[in-house]
């Protein structure tokens, strides 16, 4: 049985992939991360205290990150982790335009930095996994090409380190191709969680069983690229579109 670790799962996306994985009878160990205090998390590892672990790491701090892989691997008890969902992240305004930005820092350390040094502390215990897949969160609106698209969302710190994070993956991909990787960028679609809001397109419950769906269905083919969910009936007329083909960078 496959083994999961999720960062940023206190909440949203990575709450709810957590959720769905543990009903699952073919994974094994979900370590699901937090920086802090993560009632929702607790409660739901409560209810699946044999496969839920909750550990806490933030991305921010490499120690924190260091901590979290020495206690993951003292729980794998001798096997390899074989999937990493690099899920944290940070959605920040600067509603004045990008010269008035004063959170692209913080908003590189956790969506860029954050991913850099959580991949590479637990690429030995993945290198030790069977599947070796690592999946970096990543959305659309940081796509390059669609930048005159997403314009009007006053959010550049989102849209510059989402681009960064989306570069980094195929840093990543490239290097460890010849291992049997593979890493990959994934957009889960407009979802209504704290990050999302109530007006996104989708319920955070749709978008994470599409998630899985890629992440589970991923093979080394999939190497490198930058992939988008697919919800069947969405009618393409609309803003989003969620096709399941590559999203351009």
Partial sequence: MASYLITGASRGLG????RQLSTRSDVGKIFATARGDAPK????????????????????????????????????AGKGLDVLINNAGVLQYAPKGVSSMENLQESFNINVLGVHWTTRVFIPLLQKGT??????????????????????????????????????????ALDYEKEGFTIFALSPGWLR??????QADLPVEQGAE???????????????QFLKIEIKGWDKDKRNQYDGSNAPW
């Fill in 41 to 76: 998390l607790q409660q739901l590892a409560s209810t699946s205290p044999d496969k839920i672990v909750v550990v806490k790491l933030d991305v921010t701090d490499e120690a924190s990150i260091k901590q979290a892989a020495a206690e993951v691997e003292s729980k794998l």
């Fill in 210 to 224: 599409a998630a899985l769906v890629r992440i589970l269905g991923s093979t080394p083919e999939q190497n490198g």
């Fill in 131 to 172: 599947q070796k897949k690592i999946v970096n969160i990543s959305t659309t609106i940081g796509s390059l090409a669609l930048s005159r698209f997403v314009h009007l969302l006053p959010a550049p710190a989102y849209k510059i380190t989402k681009a960064a994070l989306n570069s980094l993956t195929v840093q990543y």
């Fill in 15 to 18: 709450l709810e992939l957590t």
């Fill in 193 to 198: 969680t704290d990050l999302g809001g109530e």
